[in-house]
């Protein structure tokens, strides 16, 4: 119980983190793959009005091949940011953003590049607006801080365009309009996202916090209830097995050898009993409420308690997978084994970029019968998409592999 409420305790210290640190996809991972249909309606819009304004204006092109690579930078930004926010590519990372980003500025600077001299208004321009565009598809994705960032400098780099152009535009104004025309729609949607994905973190935080706290009331309770029924427990036994022995002891004159060996047996159930309970963990409990279509429970092989080293969501994802598996019709799972051993963090350190620590390693195995159709990597992923892209997100080196009649997921994670 005591790692139960370290891991509630952990998760009550993350909600304080800066909300504009985090990205919605990471404390709510479930609720942004929702996002994903909203990034291919966006994409399409994005797509389509720039071939809409290439289209209208083609007359004032300069570069036919530059301006038709225009609306392909950008059809390739929006495809590499499908991609990035792909269920099974989660979470999008920092290098998916920059990507993003530079690929959709490259886009505009093509554009211009093409009617170069004879672009006489830039309000009609489908650069910027490409720009904005992506950046509020990646409001569920990232954190406020790095949309910011992101807003900022496409701005920056876009506030260039009308400067070097100015002597071909057929409005003589302040330079300083046309900038404030091209900035204001990255800017505006960039700072929007930011907004909301501050604004959202924070919203689900403060609502993980009044849970977790809630949480921790129930678990103080339950862990009195639960220290009077295991020290009932061990009056009942000690009542019904040992008291008759020492009493009959204390009566005989004399000690048997029947009585020794009775002694002896007494004394290894006790310690069994105690030993059992206290190499039990939360992930025993979670094996245990879990029944395989033949009846069987998962088997736990974690000799270290590893288990009690993950955090509050961890516990949750870890949980949530294994009785996926349990319970996929299509997996039919003859057995299921969850395995945890310590390893070095090398391959921890490779996936994230960070110095080596000490880290898990976690196995989930399952023996199958399934499969109607032959069962393969991707079609075990896609039986598992929801419960894989949390796991993702909360998890580092996470791989499924699919042999011969068996699925296994792997993933790691540093200790806590």
Do not use: K
């Amino acid at each position: 119980m005591s790692g139960i409420s370290g891991g509630i305790r952990s998760r009550i210290e993350a909600t304080h983190d800066a909300s504009w640190r985090q990205s919605p996809q990471v404390v709510d991972p479930l609720g942004t793959l929702s996002a994903h249909p909203l990034v291919w309606i966006g994409s399409l819009i994005a797509v389509g009005y720039a071939l809409f304004q290439t289209a209208r204006q083609w007359d004032a092109v300069e570069l036919p091949v530059v301006a038709i690579a225009a609306v392909v930078v950008l059809a390739a930004a929006c495809g590499f940011l499908l991609l990035a926010a792909h269920p099974t590519s989660s979470p999008f990372g920092l290098q998916a953003e920059i990507t993003v980003v530079t690929l959709a500025i490259l886009a505009a600077a093509l554009e211009t590049a093409s009617r170069f001299g004879s672009n006489l208004l830039l309000q009609d321009d489908f650069g910027q607006v490409g720009v904005a565009i992506l950046l509020a598809l990646m409001a569920p994705y990232r954190p406020a801080i790095s949309l910011v960032l992101a807003a900022v400098a496409s701005s920056f780099v876009l506030a260039l365009f009308p400067v070097a152009q100015a002597p071909f535009l057929a409005v003589r104004a302040p330079i300083a309009e046309y900038i404030v025309v091209l900035v204001v729609p990255p800017l505006g949607l960039g700072l929007a996202a930011a907004a909301f994905s501050n604004g959202f973190v924070r919203a689900v935080r403060e609502w993980q916090r009044l849970v977790s706290r809630a949480a921790l009331e129930i678990e103080e309770e339950a862990r009195t209830g639960l220290a009077r029924s295991v020290q009932q427990h061990q009056v009942s036994v000690l009542s019904r097995d040992v008291l008759p022995f020492l009493t009959r002891g204390i009566n005989a004159r004399t000690v048997e050898v029947e009585d020794v060996e009775t002694a002896r047996a007494l004394a290894e159930a006790l310690r069994g009993t105690l030993v059992a309970e206290i190499g039990r963990t939360w992930l025993d409990d979670v094996a245990d409420g879990v029944t395989l279509p033949g009846g069987e429970s998962p088997r736990v092989d974690d000799p270290e308690m590893l288990a009690l080293r993950m955090s509050g969501e961890q516990r949750v994802a870890c949980a949530a997978l294994v009785a996926a598996v349990c319970d996929n019709a299509e997996l039919a799972a003859r057995t299921v084994s969850v395995v945890l051993r310590a390893g070095d963090g090398q391959r921890t350190a490779r996936a994230t970029g960070r110095p080596a620590a000490a880290s898990v390693s976690v196995q989930v195995s399952v023996t199958t019968d399934a499969a109607p159709r032959p069962l393969n990597a991707r079609r075990a992923e896609r039986l598992l998409v929801q419960y894989l892209a949390v796991v993702r997100v909360l998890f580092e080196g996470v791989g499924v592999r699919v042999g011969p009649g068996t699925v296994t997921v792997g993933f790691d994670y540093a200790q806590h």
